[in-house]
């Protein structure tokens, strides 16, 4: 008996409500002091400069040793690891799909109706993988960039598992 997820999901709406706002209260504890918003309110200190006292310049990276490549080696196995994994999910969702299979990902529900729908959401998912992992990659965030490949490949790997079990 097929299991309605989304009605299932939408019938505790107000607790995953109440959830969520309960999650978001660290973001609305961030506030600023009323001294911040008035600067003639904030005096600087009056103290004289006295010989203990250094000033110290921060030490900069060279941008060489604080920014590698996004291109590296480990990036691109994951990149193609990810795309491995998404080929195969097309190939076994494509064959669930044509011995009367019915795809269980409501994203991917929508592009069911072709192949060349499926090929070209299985394609974007790739593609969506590398841009995020390279905004991450601009940004900084060098351990996200790796976790979204590696998530990816994750989801992937488990409906492969899932496609396979229910051939």
């Not at 941008?63 to 195969?88: K, P, Q």
Request: glycine content about 8%; some cysteine; hydrophobic content about 45%.
């Amino acid at each position: 008996m097929p299991t309605n997820w989304v009605g299932a999901i939408l019938k505790y709406r107000a607790a995953i409500l109440l959830a969520v706002l309960g999650l978001c209260q660290p973001a609305l504890s961030q506030e600023v002091p009323v001294a911040l918003l008035r600067p003639e309110a904030v005096q600087p200190s009056a103290m004289a400069p006295t010989p203990m006292v250094k000033m110290v310049q921060p030490a900069t990276l060279p941008e060489e040793a604080s920014h590698r490549r996004f291109w590296d080696r480990e990036n691109s196995i994951l990149f193609a690891t990810s795309a491995a994994f998404s080929g195969a999910d097309f190939v076994l969702t494509r064959d669930n799909l044509r011995a009367g299979g019915q795809e269980l990902n409501p994203v991917t529900r929508v592009f069911s109706g072709s192949t060349a729908g499926l090929a070209m959401n299985f394609a974007g998912e790739t593609a969506g993988v590398v841009g995020l992992s390279y905004f991450f990659h601009k940004t900084g965030h060098h351990k996200l960039e790796r976790a979204i490949s590696m998530l990816n490949i994750g989801a992937s790997a488990g409906a492969v598992t899932f496609d396979m079990a229910h051939r």
